[in-house]
């Protein structure tokens, strides 16, 4: 998952079909200005995901992929098209034990809310269908409708989750 607003293949693609432009918004310049020049862009940055806001999360993938897998970090890294130049790629697999936190069963029982939460959004007038990660792979490039985004109930008119389990039955 790309913590920019578009994923450097983005650019890349504009590249390769020879577009000079890119949508505002996806990225600034070499001296921090926002740009639709692919070439100004390529050499500049590309806008965090969820703007200044989303620069935390882009910072903490960074901390864990870049920093605690050992390997290159953000500049360091070379794209799939750079040729003479060590990739210098990281992964950092994380593993969660969910009991530590919950029983398993709570963890499940929580789970499901949460999705026929998601599941139960009504679509924004004009489009046909919420979309979200899960389900978004193949139909989202291959559909004509607009993107759509779930608009949930009104905050009293929802039911609540199941409750979390409290410290004693954690133990």
Not at 42 to 59: H, I, R, T, V
Not at 138 to 162: D, I, L, V, Y
Request: charged share 20%; aromatic share 8%; hydrophobic share 40%.
């Amino acid at each position: 998952m790309a913590t920019s607003t578009v994923a450097l293949g983005k650019l890349e693609q504009a590249v390769l079909n020879n577009q000079t432009e890119i949508p505002q918004g996806w990225a600034l310049d070499s001296e921090g200005r926002a740009t639709c020049d692919v070439q100004a862009a390529l050499a500049g940055f590309l806008m965090p995901l969820g703007g200044y806001k989303g620069s935390g999360l882009g910072l903490m993938v960074e901390i864990l992929g870049g920093v605690l897998g050992g390997g290159g970090m953000a500049p360091d890294i070379a794209g799939i098209r750079e040729h003479g130049r060590v990739a210098r790629v990281n992964h950092t697999f994380l593993a969660i034990d969910v009991a530590r936190f919950l029983s398993i069963e709570e963890f499940h029982a929580r789970m499901e809310w949460l999705l026929q939460h998601i599941k139960s959004a009504r679509p924004p007038p004009g489009s046909r269908k919420c979309w979200w990660p899960a389900n978004r792979n193949g139909a989202w490039r291959t559909s004509a409708a607009p993107r759509a985004f779930p608009s949930f109930p009104e905050p009293g008119g929802r039911s609540k989750p199941p409750p979390a389990a409290s410290e004693s039955d954690r133990m």
